[in-house]
């Protein structure tokens, strides 16, 4: 016998012994799906029902638009700062210019927004976010966003996220203690003018006991958390007019380097302008 | 998603599934995260099931997915037991008590990987390498490493390898 025919038999044979109650693993499988949809279900709302809420007290013309859910056959709005507006934007995006809203309380009206330039081959999940890879691609790569931070949670593998001080240098220190991540050391850095600290955070694995890192906090229902480990983010930790934003380039590990520092370079271009419910 | 969906998603996990843990045992080493990567591919592929991208080959696909992140993984613990960061990933203690499988254990996850994809699920050189997203060449490449230290692991003779993935 070869050896590749000792090898196959032997594996086969030595592997038997995996037989996984299949209705079981099916029921688990479908609970997780059902338990997403939901969740994604309620931020949707949640996020539509703030934003037509601030929408309609500033009086603003076509307030109703925040009452649909995400649409992925409508355009982009083009009306804030010249700049597309992202939100409630569902798809891929022509290469261009983008004003892109905080992922914080209210939809993030009452924060500076983020102008960013985007190349080809990008897309937009709901609008807060630029993201690498492309609906229906067999794994997301990436993506850009901005998050006013008020929690960490110190341990990515439990519920609780823990309230933060309000400086830079707290947060910069929060992240750094995270257990079960490894970070840089955070370095002075500017970002469009607005001086801030600098750091990457990479998430440990996954395990049995811990199927989802929970990272951050911006917001009732906006943690910042991956069922994948692994993720390599960059943090530019900003005092933006007094306002204390992170913006987040998250690397998935099945980027090439290219890849990577497009994502990058897309953060590099940020520009923030005036809050939109201001 | 219609009830006709629903029925033939449930037909490809009943007939994937278990195969897919396989694959994903042999380069984890680790049945709970095996299940653990299996399952959150079957997720991932059930999410697309009623949706406007059209899987052609769902078998595959899931199959690719959980491959794919199973190496990862199995990179990641190796770098940070290398680094010291974690404890000892490699759960020898849950292994079943056979040389060929621990043998497994000690190649490089790609390798391990090419090796499950190969013999244990008896796919060909191109297949394992569309799964893998490398060319044919280098699945050649680990394969013919992977059997080189394996024979010589299980005592066999170095000069029994042959060559018949050429």
């Not at chain 1, 080809?120 to 609008?127: K, L, Q, T």
């Not at chain 1, 309000?166 to 992240?175: I, K």
């Not at chain 1, 750091?199 to 069922?227: K, M, V």
Request: with cysteine; net charge negative; glycine share 8%.
């Amino acid at each position: 016998m070869s050896i590749d025919e000792q090898l196959r038999t032997r594996l086969v044979a030595e592997t038997e012994h995996l037989v996984p109650d299949l209705e079981l693993e099916l029921a688990r499988t479908l609970r997780r799906a059902q338990r997403r949809r939901h969740a994604r279900t309620a931020v949707v709302a949640a996020v539509a029902a703030a934003v037509a809420g601030v929408a309609w007290l500033a009086g603003v013309p076509g307030a109703d638009r925040a009452d649909r859910p995400v649409d992925p056959a409508r355009s982009p709005d083009s009306s804030i700062t010249g700049a597309t507006d992202l939100v409630g934007y569902r798809g891929p995006l022509e290469p261009g210019r983008y004003s892109m809203a905080a992922w914080g309380p209210d939809g993030g009206t009452t924060l500076p927004r983020a102008v960013l330039e985007v190349p080809e081959g990008y897309f937009s999940n709901g609008g807060w976010a630029v993201d690498a890879g492309g609906p229906g691609e067999i794994e997301q790569l990436g993506e850009v966003m901005v998050w006013p931070v008020t929690h960490v949670f110190t341990d990515p593998c439990d519920t609780r996220p823990a309230r933060v001080g309000p400086t830079l240098r707290d947060l910069a220190l929060a992240l750094t203690d995270q257990t079960g991540t490894t970070t840089t050391r955070p370095r002075p850095v500017t970002l469009d003018g607005h001086r801030g600290l600098y750091l990457e955070l990479t998430t440990g694995a996954t395990h049995a006991g811990c199927t989802r890192l929970d990272l951050w906090h911006s917001a009732p229902d906006n943690d910042y958390g991956q069922d994948t480990g692994g993720i390599v983010h960059h943090l530019w930790i900003l005092d933006v007019d007094d306002t204390r934003l992170v913006v987040a380039v998250s690397n998935y590990p099945d980027q090439t380097p290219a890849q990577h520092q497009e994502l990058i370079d897309i953060a590099e271009t940020i520009h923030f302008t005036e809050p939109t419910g201001s | 998603m219609r009830r006709s969906q629903q029925v033939e998603f449930e037909w490809v996990f009943r007939s994937t599934y278990p195969s897919v843990l396989r694959t994903t045992f042999l380069i984890l080493h680790d049945r709970g995260r095996a299940e653990e990567v299996t399952q959150d591919a079957f997720l991932h592929l059930y999410e697309r099931w009623g949706g406007v991208v059209h899987i052609d080959h769902p078998s595959a696909w899931v199959r690719k997915v959980a491959t794919r992140a199973a190496v990862r993984q199995a990179r990641l613990a190796r770098v940070r037991r290398s680094a010291g960061q974690d404890e000892e990933v490699m759960a020898w203690d849950q292994l079943p008590d056979v040389d060929l499988v621990r043998a497994v254990a000690s190649l490089a996850p790609q390798q391990r990987a090419a090796v499950a994809l190969y013999y244990l699920e008896d796919l060909p050189v191109e297949e394992v390498a569309h799964l893998l997203g490398v060319s044919a060449s280098t699945v050649k490449q680990h394969l013919h490493r992977a059997r080189a230290r394996l024979a010589t692991m299980l005592s066999a003779s170095p000069e029994e390898v042959t060559h018949d993935v050429d």
